[in-house]
């Protein structure tokens, strides 16, 4: 999963779990498929895109925002009212 840093950050930050993480030189991290993504996005990081299990799926994420459910198979995107995700026919997944 790749996420950008938060805006006005710089140098690296310190998570809740004591964990250091530094942005790449364009400001991003990778998350690796199994890595729970909600600390990081309810701390400020966006996600650029992602892939994971349905059960790893972001509960914060921008309207539009695309991720890779591999328990689905499928590419899936946050509504615009930012309550759900949706396939690409419009049907809540």
Same mark, same amino acid.
């Given at each position: 999963?790749?996420?950008?840093? %938060?805006?006005?950050? &710089?140098?690296?930050? =310190?998570?809740?779990?004591?964990? $250091? =993480?530094? %942005?790449?030189?364009?400001? +991003?991290?990778?998350?690796? #498929?199994?890595?729970? %993504? +909600?600390?990081? /996005? +309810?701390?400020?990081?966006?996600? #650029? +895109?992602? =892939?994971?299990?349905?059960?790893?799926?972001?509960?914060? $994420? &921008?309207?539009?925002?695309?991720?890779?459910? &591999?328990? /689905?198979? =499928?590419?899936? !995107?946050?509504? &615009?009212?930012?309550? $759900? !995700?949706?396939?690409?026919?419009? $049907?809540?997944?």
């Amino acid at each position: 999963m790749l996420l950008n840093f %938060p805006k006005g950050f &710089s140098g690296k930050m =310190i998570m809740a779990d004591g964990s $250091a =993480i530094t %942005p790449d030189v364009h400001g +991003q991290i990778t998350l690796g #498929v199994n890595v729970d %993504p +909600q600390p990081y /996005l +309810q701390s400020g990081f966006t996600m #650029v +895109q992602g =892939i994971g299990t349905t059960a790893l799926r972001p509960t914060v $994420a &921008s309207a539009g925002t695309m991720f890779f459910d &591999s328990t /689905l198979g =499928i590419p899936i !995107w946050r509504n &615009s009212g930012e309550t $759900a !995700w949706v396939n690409s026919a419009g $049907a809540t997944v």
